[in-house]
């Protein structure tokens, strides 16, 4: 009894928190960059902006279904307990996998790309670019290991810091009346099959830079009040972020017209010079590394929640579920961070970040048809909320989840072989590791 007591997770995170977590979690550098190449895919403004918000109300039907499961089953790992709940052992075990894996490979990225980032603002650096992204990592580690209070403080300044400098960013782009816009062409190819691909493949992008909204959901265990603070801060963190993503762009297109960002690989950046001279590269560089700090450290206490909650399964080492003073499951920590250690050595991103839109809408679209068969199966489970215009808002975020994924298959075979692949491999694996419990 002394042991579980010893390894169970501490209740000390609340709605503020769980805003910044979200927000942390899910505003990087995507919106920075991705505007070019969505404009490149869709050579349509309102086609742009459609889609941002076609994303977004995704994201926020989906926010609507997590808000119930979340509260009913308030435990660490999220998604993978619902499913495991509703669809079964090794349902559960495949989807607490690829998310672990979806959630494991960025804080590997983002410390190379901060570190790439403070070499654009010291270039002496630029020979330690991997000795600083293990620093950082190394360093996040030390303050992730002294408890979860810190890791909590350290996120909500963060998330702060991040909004106010795209809430800067944005007033910036609206304030500035140097340029006419151009206007935008019309488009008559909406029926071509070209434009059709393009859309799913900007979709993969924009669901990428959406991926974190449901943050809140893994730190459930940990949460004060989870059937109050899941809800609340799933609505206001998504219309936030959708906010955001929506105006930045329309505050892009606004200095700089759709053909000029279109062939940009940093729009924001581009942006940024036409408004503030030479310095614009430096202002957007600082914004991004504030930017990258907030989702570095959200996605620090992630994995380890993901992982703990497997172990306490029985689909890792018994060990993943040792829980320190301070609150962090360390095993489940220091195994994340070995793991994020190994990709920043080999520094190879492109084929495992390709496929993590397409294993978040997996487990997502598994996640909400779970909603259904626990009404179904077990109506009376305490549901402390319950998801707005059930059924049909769960029913619709199945059917957008399905058309994503056969739009992605469509649009990235590469990814969908891969996880094709993960999957068969990984029934073998569950048979061996069940056996063992």
């Not at 190394?138 to 810091?161: D, P, R, Y």
Request: with cysteine; net charge positive.
């Amino acid at each position: 009894m002394s042991d579980s007591k010893k390894n169970q997770l501490k209740k000390s995170l609340g709605l503020s928190f769980n805003i910044a977590v979200l927000i942390g979690g899910t505003i990087g550098v995507g919106i920075l960059r991705t505007p070019g190449a969505i404009a490149g895919l869709l050579d349509n403004y309102w086609l742009v902006i459609a889609s941002w918000l076609f994303g977004g109300l995704f994201v926020l039907i989906g926010a609507n279904s997590y808000a119930e499961l979340a509260t009913m089953l308030p435990k660490a790992g999220g998604s993978y307990n619902y499913i495991k709940r509703a669809l079964g052992e090794y349902a559960g075990f495949l989807s607490g996998w690829f998310d672990y894996i979806t959630n494991v490979i960025p804080p590997a990225f983002y410390c190379i790309v901060i570190s790439e980032y403070i070499i654009i603002l010291f270039p002496d650096l630029r020979n330690y670019s991997t000795e600083m992204a293990i620093s950082l990592l190394v360093a996040f580690v030390l303050l992730h290991l002294s408890g979860v209070k810190n890791g909590s403080f350290i996120q909500q300044i963060t998330s702060l810091l991040k909004v106010i400098c795209f809430f800067a960013l944005l007033v910036a782009c609206f304030m500035y009346t140097g340029v006419k816009l151009a206007p935008i062409p019309k488009d008559n190819s909406l029926v071509q099959i070209g434009l059709l691909f393009g859309f799913f493949k900007s979709l993969q992008l924009i669901i990428g830079t959406y991926n974190g909204w449901n943050s809140v959901c893994f730190f459930a265990e940990e949460n004060d009040d989870p059937s109050k603070n899941i809800p609340k801060s799933l609505f206001s963190g998504v219309l936030l972020v959708i906010a955001i993503y929506v105006l930045l762009n329309v505050a892009f297109f606004h200095v700089l017209p759709i053909e000029t960002i279109a062939k940009s690989n940093l729009a924001a950046a581009d942006v940024a010079n036409v408004i503030f001279g030479k310095n614009g590269a430096i202002i957007v560089t600082v914004i991004s590394i504030f930017s990258l700090i907030s989702i570095l450290n959200a996605f620090m206490m992630i994995p380890p929640r993901i992982l703990y909650g497997l172990s306490r399964d029985g689909f890792f080492i018994e060990k993943g579920t040792a829980v320190n003073k301070g609150g962090t499951p360390i095993v489940a920590l220091l195994v994340s961070s070995l793991f994020s250690l190994f990709l920043i050595c080999i520094g190879s991103f492109e084929v495992l970040f390709s496929f993590a839109a397409f294993t978040s809408i997996i487990v997502w679209g598994l996640a909400y048809f779970s909603l259904i068969k626990l009404r179904i199966s077990e109506p009376d489970l305490p549901r402390p909320y319950r998801s707005i215009w059930y059924p049909f808002t769960t029913i619709i975020a199945i059917i957008a989840s399905l058309a994503l994924l056969i739009g992605f298959v469509y649009s990235d075979p590469k990814s969908f072989i891969i996880i094709v692949a993960i999957t068969l491999i990984s029934y073998p694996l569950f048979l061996v590791l069940r056996r063992k419990k």
